[in-house]
Every structure is written in structure tokens, then in C-alpha cells.
């Protein structure tokens, strides 16, 4: 029995635990390696995981431990609200039963005008402390002494140019010994933290048109008179970078501060903190008042909304490209249907061409089975797709920064995947026979199942086209996901339709099946011929998690499908052979695994990150940066297991004409990597009415951006560069 009728039908368990891990946050992916310490160094930060326990550690104490980081002189990273831009530092703890942590304890930050915006954020040295409970179900490990700490962190450094950053850190405390070598720093966070300002009769936040106005009682009889910084807790509410006035009546602060055009938050409750000098108060204000109509989410940069508002946000820009105002209903509809039989052609399709090819042959001289398969094939192409588009959809209602393709920037996934397709190549070469590894009753599941099989066929395409977009589909998806649930799943659908009908059509045409062959000899060779198809997929799906994990991970995925096709080759053995190969092949398998298996979903190296000849990494508020210094802007948004995105790289954008043109018109690129989830592009590309890569766009102070073609042509690029 072939493992390529049957195989199909595995992927959707692999779908569905693909599903699952892209549910999970981002840091749970991290898994370290055995090297992590406490400190990580790079050009821009010295960051150190740091710890303050002057008593021990025990039941009912509180264990302090912190991120500090030393920044080189001109760069700085983020407070709890980045402001106009930038992200904050994130800090994702593991640690053992019976001891929790909690919220950081930001200290205050600092106003950093960058042209014409304003962040919040630290420069020097910042230690951002959290406190750790100890619970009397804390038991240390046998035979330790010490309380294992281990933090991974994410963190986005900026000068003029900004670069995502993370670590692994890992911390040793004394369960008995003190611990206090960092004391005067924790002193230090603690006193710059806010303190808490008690509620009062008086105290309000009023929206009033576009500001608020805010009345604050009960501060520090030595600030009467004074000026004070004023710093929001939730972001995307008020104009950072604008001016605000303030004023004292006698011992109540009133201010009125602007609201952001682009506002994306409508709080009911909203903490604000005041400071003057290094000491802070912080207090809750409830809200009154209605809020204004809120902006949408804000544009990729306030250069963008400019623009865009210029325009009319309506119409579409010349080259083949529609400007980042939403297309209607209808428009999506027409636009998936075109975009999913494009899709055919794209190159992530190719093993499922080479699958169903040889389902054809097999019932050329069968209509029924043919119109029957394609009918099958068709609902599980569409059944996919909508499961997929719930998913999605529901992921994003969760607060999960989630788009097209989102499954295959899990490594997991992709190794799965890659394991698929390394045993169907397998079967398709004859290295072994899915009948002679199970037992006969599932292999005997096909013939009496077909159109099961079929259905898992449409399943499987899926899974390995959905990383693509093709032209059309880029605005549909931008659209479905912010439609009701009704429209959406339509659009959806429509997309799957799409891509399944050419096959439905060849299998209800009686001329398309006498054009065949009849079965014969010859599709034996065929089969075999049909495997390195399935083995390209498996080197590209290891080239991109080496994106993903870096080359120990890529190194690892490689060992551990040897091992898997040691084992394939040792169970179609018969007798004493089977018996001894297959235990020798299952253990090297299970000793890979454990032994290698965690580089597989580890993180790659920063490295990754940095520029890469002209082009350089995107970062939040880059483009607004260099626009409003009067340069134009290119982003690649892009990703490694995006094929499309990965042929446009080596041919158009190294097309020497086009470089050409870039240099001259003095374009500064910028390359937003999507290969692993990043909430800050995902965020960008629904700015721009999309919801997958490759997405292009060029950027020019005053004028509408131009959103380019999925597959990018010299002529589109060039006639687009000659109008800077």
C-alpha cells in the first residue's frame, strides 16, 4: 500500500498540532541552551540578570530579581508605554514550583524626542526589578542549594537606527546565604518606581473633544507651582510629541493634553504617572465623558496617516498596487477566488501537483472516482481554509498578534511538516511500504476509504500553500480579518474555492480524463521520479527553520530525519532483521531527540536581525524617522518560508538596474523579517490592509505609499522609483 494515498490523510493531525503550537506565546518557544548565563553583550546593551535577597530565600520572603541593562552612550529602550514608537521590554520567567513573580516595577522613564515623535524610555544603566514569592510548596531540587532562575528577554534598542534584541539568562540564588551584591542598584529602581497617590473626592480625567482634562488632588505640597512630567500607562491614547498645558489652583494640578489622532484605545480606567525631578506618583483616573471615534488601529507612521489623509484615503496607486484604505465586501471576494487559482502556481504548491498528479493516473480510465475525488479534495481544501481562517480570527480576538501563514513561524510546525514530507518522499523512492511498518487493518484503510483520503489530500495542500500569498489575495486577507465572522469565513471559503478548482474542473471534464495514459508500467517511475519534488520541500522547509533556530537547529532537523528514515528502512525488514534493526533505529531515534531535539525550536542567533548589505533591519518608527528627515523609504516585509517573498529577493530586488535606481534616488531600505512571530510587524502589515507576506511598499514625505505587486517585476519597481 502506498504511504502517498495515506499520508495525506496524517496531515491533519499534523494541522491541527501546528494550530496549537502557534497558539502559544512566542517566548514559550524559547527553549535555552546549555551555555545561558547571566549576562548577554551585544554592540548596543550590556544586559544582566540580577538578584537581591540580603536574607535567603524561604517560605514567605520576597526574593527580588531584575533585568539591568547598561546601554552604550546614544541608544535606549522602553518604558511600559514606548510611546510613538518602539516596544517594551519583555520578560518571560521560568521557574520552580511554589515560587510566582510579578508585575515589573518601572521605574520612571524619560521623554525621548526623536523628530517629530516622542517615546518613553531609559538611557544608561535601568534596572527592571520583579519580585518573586515564595510559597511554602517551594522545595529545592534534591541535593541543590540554590534557587534556579532562568529569564528569557525581548527587548527592542534604539539610536537613530532601531534593532530587536533578546537573551536567555540564567541565575543561581543562595537558598541560605545572602544574596546582595546589587543593593545599591535595587535601592536605586526602588526609589526612581512611583508610589502610589492615594484616591481623593476630587481626582478626574475627562474627555472634552480631542484632549482630556485631567484634575489631580493630594500631591507633594513642595510640587505646588511646579512643572511636572506627564506620563500615560496605556499607549496609542494621547499625542506624545504635541504640546500640552498644564496649571496649578491652589494645591490641584489641572492639565489638557491633546488625543492622538491615530487613538486606538478607549480606556474606562486609565493610570497616569506625574513626576517631577527622579520621584514619581502614580494614580488610576476613571474616565468620563465620551471618547471620540477612534482612528483604527495607527498607521506604520504618522508620515503614513499624512499621506494617506492627502489622498482622500480612497483610490488606488499606480504599478499594480491599491494604497492602505480597505477594499469592499465584494472586491475580496473576487479577489480571493483570483488569488487562490494564482496560488496554484506558486512554488509551495508543487508537491501537491506532484500528489495529485499520480492520483489521476491511478483512475484515468475511472470517471466516477475522478469526479468523486475532486469533490472530496474540494470540501477539504475548503474545510481547511475556514478552520484555518477561525483559527485566526480567534487568536486575534484573544489579543494574539497573529497573520497569514502565522503556522510556519513556528518551528515546531515546520519540522513536522518537514517529517511528512521526508516520509512521503521515502514511500514515493520505495525505500519502504506503508503496509509492511503498520498493521494491515490501517493499511488496508485506503482502499476502502478513498474518499477520506481525498479529503485529507485537500488538507494537506493547505497546509503547505498557505504560507503563500499570491496577487489578489494580500488585500482580500487584509480585509477578511477585520470583517464580521459571517464575512470573513466567506472570503475564506472563496480563497480555498479558489485553489481547489482547477482540479474540481479537470475531474468533472470526460475529455481531461481520456487525455490520460492508461495505468501502466510507466507509473512506477513516475512515483520514484514524484519523490524529489517531496524532497526539495523537506531542504527548503530545513532551510527555513535554520532562519528560524539558526544552524544548530537546522543541523539538528537533519540528524533527526536520517534517523527517521533508519528507522522507515529497519521496520520493512522482515524477521530477526526487523526485529534487531528496528530496536537499534528506534533508540538512535529517541536518543537524537532527546539529545538534539531542543535546538530544533530554539531561537537563532541575533544575527539573523542585523543589516544585510544595503538593507537594513525594520523597527518600529523607522520609517517615520527617516521620512521625516526627507528620505524615501522601501520595506520588504518578508519571510524565509515564504517562496514567493524568496524569489522576488533574488531576482527583482537584485535586479542591478533596480539597485541602481535605489542608489540614485538615495532610497533607504529596510527589511521587516516575519519568519518568526513579531507582534510589531504583524501590527504594521494590518496598518497597511494586509495580513501576510511579501508585502512591498515605498514610502515619500507628503505623498501616498505605494503599495507594490506580491510578485514584484522590474518594470512595477522601476516605473515606481521614476516618480521620486
Known amino acids: 500500500m502506498n504511504l502517498t494515498i495515506l499520508l495525506p490523510r496524517l496531515s491533519g493531525v499534523f494541522a491541527l498540532a501546528g494550530a496549537a503550537l502557534a497558539c502559544l506565546p512566542a517566548q514559550a518557544q524559547l527553549l535555552g541552551g546549555a551555555g545561558a548565563g547571566s549576562v548577554v553583550t551585544t554592540e548596543q546593551v550590556r544586559a544582566e540578570l540580577v538578584a537581591q535577597a540580603p536574607d535567603g530565600v524561604s517560605p514567605g520572603k520576597t526574593v527580588w530579581v531584575g533585568l539591568q541593562i547598561t546601554h552604550k552612550p546614544e541608544w535606549h529602550t522602553y518604558w511600559k508605554n514606548a510611546g510613538d514608537s518602539g516596544l517594551p521590554t519583555q520578560l518571560q520567567w521560568t521557574l520552580p514550583d511554589g515560587v510566582t513573580a510579578g508585575d515589573i516595577q518601572w521605574p520612571l522613564p524619560r521623554k525621548i524626542p526623536i523628530g517629530t515623535l516622542a517615546n518613553y524610555g531609559y538611557k544608561d544603566t535601568v534596572l527592571l526589578p520583579v519580585p518573586l514569592t515564595i510559597s511554602p510548596q517551594f522545595k529545592p531540587a534534591l541535593l541543590s542549594d540554590a534557587l534556579t532562575v532562568t529569564l528569557d528577554a525581548a527587548w527592542l534598542v534604539c539610536k537613530t537606527e532601531c534593532i530587536p534584541e533578546e537573551g536567555r539568562f540564567t541565575l543561581q540564588i543562595p537558598l541560605k546565604s545572602s544574596t546582595a551584591g546589587h543593593g545599591a542598584a535595587f535601592d536605586a529602581a526602588w526609589r526612581a518606581a512611583p508610589t502610589p497617590l492615594a484616591p481623593a473626592p476630587g481626582n478626574s480625567l475627562a474627555v472634552d473633544g480631542r484632549a482630556i482634562q485631567l484634575a489631580v488632588h493630594g500631591l507633594p505640597a513642595d510640587w505646588q ?6 506620563f500615560p500607562e496605556t499607549p496609542e491614547v494621547i499625542e506624545t510629541a504635541a504640546d500640552w498645558q498644564q496649571s496649578w489652583d491652589g494645591a490641584v494640578w489641572t492639565a489638557r493634553v491633546p488625543l492622538s489622532p491615530q487613538r486606538s484605545n478607549s480606556p474606562q480606567v486609565m493610570p497616569v504617572v506625574l513626576a517631577l525631578d527622579d520621584q514619581g506618583r502614580r494614580i488610576e483616573l476613571p ?12 498607521p506604520e507612521s504618522t508620515a503614513l496617516q499624512a499621506a494617506l489623509a492627502a489622498k482622500g484615503g480612497s483610490g488606488s496607486t499606480a504599478f499594480g498596487a491599491s494604497s492602505a484604505a480597505p477594499i469592499g465586501f465584494w472586491a475580496a471576494l473576487a479577489g480571493a477566488l483570483i488569488g487562490g487559482l494564482i496560488l496554484n502556481l506558486m512554488p509551495c504548491v508543487f508537491p501537491i501537483l506532484a500528489i495529485k498528479v499520480l492520483g489521476f493516473a491511478r483512475h484515468a480510465d475511472d470517471r466516477r472516482a475522478h469526479r468523486i475525488n475532486g469533490i472530496a479534495y474540494t470540501a477539504g481544501v475548503l474545510v481547511s481554509f475556514v478552520a ?19 503556522q510556519l513561524q513556528n518551528p515546531a510546525v515546520v519540522a513536522a511538516l518537514a517529517l511528512l514530507f521526508t516520509l512521503i518522499g521515502l514511500n514515493l523512492a520505495g525505500v519502504f511500504q506503508f503496509a509492511q511498518v503498520v498493521p494491515s487493518r490501517l493499511a488496508g484503510f485506503q482502499p476502502r476509504h478513498p474518499v477520506v483520503d481525498a479529503f485529507f489530500t485537500g488538507v494537506l495542500a493547505v497546509a503547505i500553500a498557505s504560507p503563500c500569498t499570491a496577487p489578489f489575495m494580500g488585500a482580500s486577507l487584509g480585509l477578511a480579518v477585520a470583517l464580521p465572522p459571517p464575512q470573513a469565513i466567506a472570503v475564506f471559503a472563496v480563497l480555498g474555492l479558489g485553489l481547489a478548482l482547477p482540479y474540481l474542473v479537470a475531474s468533472m471534464v470526460p475529455a481531461f480524463a481520456r487525455a490520460l495514459p ?3 508500467a510507466w507509473m512506477d517511475s513516475l512515483k520514484k521520479f514524484m519523490a524529489f519534488p517531496m524532497f526539495a520541500t523537506v531542504a527548503w522547509l530545513v532551510w527555513v527553520l535554520g532562519q528560524q533556530s539558526g544552524i544548530d537547529g537546522a543541523g539538528a532537523l537533519l540528524a533527526l530525519l536520517v534517523a527517521v528514515a533508519f528507522v522507515a528502512w529497519a521496520l520493512s525488514l522482515a524477521g530477526r532483521s526487523r526485529i534487531v534493526a528496528g530496536g537499534i533505529s528506534v533508540a538512535a531515534l529517541l536518543g537524537l531527540a532527546w539529545g538534539i531535539g531542543p535546538y530544533v525550536t530554539a531561537p537563532a542567533a541575533i544575527a539573523r536581525q542585523q543589516a544585510d548589505g544595503p538593507w537594513q533591519a525594520w523597527a518600529p518608527g523607522r520609517v517615520d524617522q527617516i521620512v521625516a528627515a526627507g528620505q524615501p523609504v522601501f520595506v520588504d516585509f518578508t519571510a524565509a518560508w515564504c517562496v514567493t517573498c524568496q524569489y522576488n529577493k533574488k531576482t527583482t530586488l537584485s535586479d542591478p538596474a533596480v539597485l541602481a535606481d535605489l542608489a540614485e534616488k538615495k532610497v533607504v531600505l529596510l527589511r521587516a523579517d516575519w519568519t518568526r512571530r513579531d507582534p510589531a510587524i504583524t501590527a504594521a502589515l494590518q496598518q497597511l490592509g494586509r495580513n501576510g507576506v511579501p508585502v512591498y511598499v515605498l514610502y515619500q514625505a507628503g505623498r501616498a505609499p505605494v503599495l507594490m505587486s506580491e510578485i514584484l517585476s522590474v518594470a512595477d519597481m522601476r516605473a515606481a522609483l521614476a516618480t521620486l
Do not use: D, H, I
Open 225 to 230: 507651582g511646579r512643572t511636572l512630567a506627564f
Open 287 to 298: 474616565v468620563s465623558g465620551t471618547w471620540p471615534q477612534a482612528g483604527g488601529v495607527a
Open 518 to 520: 492508461r495505468p501502466g
Open 388 to 406: 484555518l481562517g477561525m483559527v485566526l480570527m480567534a487568536l486575534r480576538s484573544a489579543g494574539e498578534s497573529l497573520g497569514w501563514g502565522f
